[in-house]
């Protein structure tokens, strides 16, 4: 029986891709962990602030993970969330597991924190860089129904390795802020079917961005996670080749997509076949349409 991953909380995600009972929990809600900021404010406070870290075994391979709680504020991120976060990176350095998994679903920064939120996103690139650069891939998953925006959106594709459902969604700005700062005209947050076109997991696979695709179900996402870890998610090094391989892959993508262009548009100059339907295919379908020519994510 298929299980959706985006229907699961974080605690339930980390125990149904984890070996059963392997799942130590660090910093727990018991712990009370909390964020010096929101009571001030009058805002509802969680004993975890939002997110779960720890280690397990997946597929006997010892790793570190990380879950986002997107129904606390979204998964924002602010001081405490972050710093839990930046620790398990930190921790991963010193004990060498085989990966760190993120299961990311976060609108970014939490507004209540502003600046502390903002320096605990910074702070958790760097240290996501870090874990790189000692060798230790970072592998995240996407699937839950906030999606993967702001800061977070940065902080994954700093990542080694990233796998998304087809109904998962990641981006710098999301719909709604986009819409606030330049207008309906620019891009109408209620059009659900443009932002699934321009935000959503299928668009990301195509244009490489994402390196698996999967269906929403908790068994695809395990599956994708132990081939990534046991593949060393080491494809795509921290260099300044591969930095400037992306670079150059966003200018031709500038080309490929004049102003007023849709993904539809993009899609096709691709060379994707029959992408007017892309919308209405499943993950099995996606997969086998993606170009040649679109590299998997460089993520440098």
């Known amino acids: 029986m298929n299980i959706s991953f985006a229907e699961c909380t974080a605690r339930e995600r980390v125990l149904r891709l984890l070996d059963v009972g392997s799942f130590e929990e660090w910093l727990p809600p018991a712990a009370r962990v909390m964020s010096p900021h929101l009571a001030q404010l009058g805002v509802p406070s969680a004993f975890d602030d939002g997110i779960a870290i720890g280690q397990g075994r997946l597929a006997t391979h010892r790793v570190f993970i990380a879950a986002q ?17 930046t620790g398990l990176l930190q921790r991963a350095q010193r004990d060498r597991p085989a990966a760190v998994l993120l299961l990311a679903e976060s609108g970014g920064v939490r507004l209540h924190e502003a600046n502390a939120g903002l320096i605990a996103v910074s702070e958790v690139m760097r240290a996501v860089l870090d874990v790189r650069a000692a060798g230790i891939p970072v592998i995240v998953l996407i699937g839950g ?9 940065i902080v994954a594709r700093c990542a080694d390795h990233i796998v998304m459902s087809d109904i998962a969604r990641l981006s710098m700005s999301g719909p709604e802020v986009i819409e606030a700062s330049h207008g309906v005209e620019e891009f109408d947050s209620r059009d659900r079917a443009l932002v699934w076109r321009t ?6 696979y195509l244009t490489g961005d994402c390196d698996v695709l999967v269906d929403d ?19 795509h090094p921290v260099s300044l080749a591969s930095l400037e391989q992306e670079h150059a892959l966003l200018a031709h993508r ?20 029959d992408a007017a339907r892309v919308p209405d295919l499943n993950a099995d379908a996606v997969r086998a349409l993606r ?3 679109a590299p998997a994510s460089t993520n440098a």
């Open 199 to 204: 935000t959503g997991g299928k668009h990301r």
């Open 291 to 293: 170009p040649v020519a």
């Open 217 to 235: 179900d908790v068994a695809a996402f395990r599956a994708a996670a132990v081939a990534a870890v046991e593949a060393a998610a080491t494809a």
């Open 145 to 153: 129904a906030n999606g993967c925006f702001g800061g977070m959106g």
């Open 69 to 85: 709680e997107g129904e606390f504020m979204g998964g924002g991120v602010g001081e405490v969330h972050g710093a839990k976060l």
């Open 254 to 273: 500038l080309v490929q997509t004049p102003d007023g262009a849709d993904a539809i548009t993009l899609w096709q100059r691709m060379g994707v076949r």
